[in-house]
Nanobody
Framework: QVQLVESGGGLVQPGGSLRLSCAAS????????MAWHRQAPGKERELVAV???????NYAASVKGRFTISRDNAKNMIYLQMNSLTREDTAHYYCNANWAGRIYWGQGTQVSISS
């Protein structure tokens, strides 16, 4: 059974940083495209960052230069380092795994930016 478990969310002040983690199990992690998505209240879920099996990464324009996605295939982990956070980054953040039509989601972790 595939499981994705996110952690690392919390409440931080504007300008602060957070590092999200996602632990994956039950899948051949190194083959999967891994991504972070987020959903703010009243808004649709959006792609934040993606990491492919061959090391390609890409980011939403709104987070480029502030967020960094990384993966550790040996540990089946995906990370999202978030710097210079703003109130607009407040959302529920989800880990996603995608390969050959198989798509899995974690339960997410809440990130709130407030002074």
């Amino acid at each position: 059974q595939v499981q994705l478990v996110e952690s690392g969310g919390g409440l931080v002040q504007p300008g602060g940083s957070l590092r999200l983690s996602c632990a994956a199990s039950g899948l051949t992690f190194s083959s999967y495209v891994m991504a972070w998505h987020r959903q703010a209240p009243g808004k649709e879920r959006e792609l934040v960052a993606v990491s492919t099996a061959d090391g390609y990464t890409n980011y939403a324009a709104s987070v480029k230069g502030r967020f960094t996605i990384s993966r550790d295939n040996a540990k089946n982990m995906i990370y999202l380092q978030m710097n210079s956070l703003t109130r607009e980054d407040t959302a529920h953040y989800y880990c996603n795994a995608n390969w050959a039509g198989r798509i899995y989601w974690g339960q997410g972790t809440q990130v709130s930016i407030s002074s």
